[in-house]
């Protein structure tokens, strides 16, 4: 019978040693399915014996073994297996009738005159185990009292002793033969076991190693391929990386650049701003406050009158044209900062291209040229943006990529 671990684990914590009453031998159990065995085989030995003393001990395994049952019927309340082990330890190393153990002499005896009559091994039991005589004129129990009588007899005893105790090794014997037969068997099935294991394991080896080899072959040449395919890639990459170079430079001058003129952007609009509050200012005070010399004219046009309104329109158009020019500059340099930050990043899409092949050798002058071209300030009108020659350009890369 399989039992749970926990039930395994408690059994061998309580160091299970027995005496095989009524004989002196000890017998140590350490695993439960062993221990269960051993009661199972005391009940199936006594359970013809229906009748007198011999049934009680016939009932005394049932107990044992129906405490072991327990276990699993109780599987779930550990307190409950604990509890079913104790009692089948305890009750089965009573050490006193009931508890005769099948594998002993008189154990044998009991079985043998219970087959013959159960009064005779009634008469045996009351006088071996308990002292006592029932008598009741009946011939069976008194038989029962002369074997029982005989086997305290030093010489008829020894006769009587030593048939039961050849009875008990000849069953001995056929149990540790059935054994040895069982486990022989079993050692059969395993060699047989092992050689077709060796065998499928050979066959096994042998489709390994062709699929090895065949792999290996495969494995070679796609390497191979690979590898050409790799030199390829590092071409392309020593190619990407020279054109890299060649273009980092300018690529970090455009940033620095397009910073530099986003900077300056700021600063002219932050003046033009500035010149426009003051010059709103100053129009303002000077038209509530007109000095005399423009206002007292007297109906007549004199040199004071022009003079003033010289000077007025002359600082009124200075302010206008330093906002204008302000305002000229601050565009210009946004425009400029845009500029070379467009050329930046078309310098990295330029090598992204390259990267993916996704740009002919014929159409990269295209793009250099309009990465190179100059940008037009926005100060000036018709302000042209001559390229540079495509040859020029292709010996100054060549030149640089060389270095």
Known sequence: MEFSEHAKEYFKTQNVEITIYPEDVIRCFEDLEIFYDFVKKECDYWQPCTQGRASEIRNHFLVVLNYLNNINTYAHDLNQVNSSIIYAINSIKANRFPAVFSITSKGKLIKEMYERSYEISNAFCDYLFDNRMNWNNNLGYFKGLMYAFSINDSEIALTVENEAERNSLIDLHSEYNEKIEKLHSKHIEKNKELDNSVASFQNNVNELFVKIESDGKKLLDDNENELASLKNKLNDLENLYKEKLALAAPADYWKKLSTSYKKWGGIWTGASIGLSCIMVGLLMYILYNLPKVLTETNNKITYDNIRGTIIFALIVSIGVYAINLFVKLALSAYHLSRD????????????????????????????????????????????????????????????????
């Not at 940008?375 to 010996?395: F, N």
């Open 340 to 403: 070379a930050k467009e050329r930046e990043q078309l310098t990295y899409v330029y090598l992204s291209l390259i990267n993916e092949k996704a740009i002919e050798t014929s159409e990269r002058s295209i793009v250099l040229q309009s990465i190179f071209s100059r940008a037009d300030t926005g100060l000036l009108k018709g302000d042209s943006s001559p390229t540079l020659p495509d040859g020029i350009l292709s010996q100054v890369l060549k030149n640089i990529g060389g270095k």
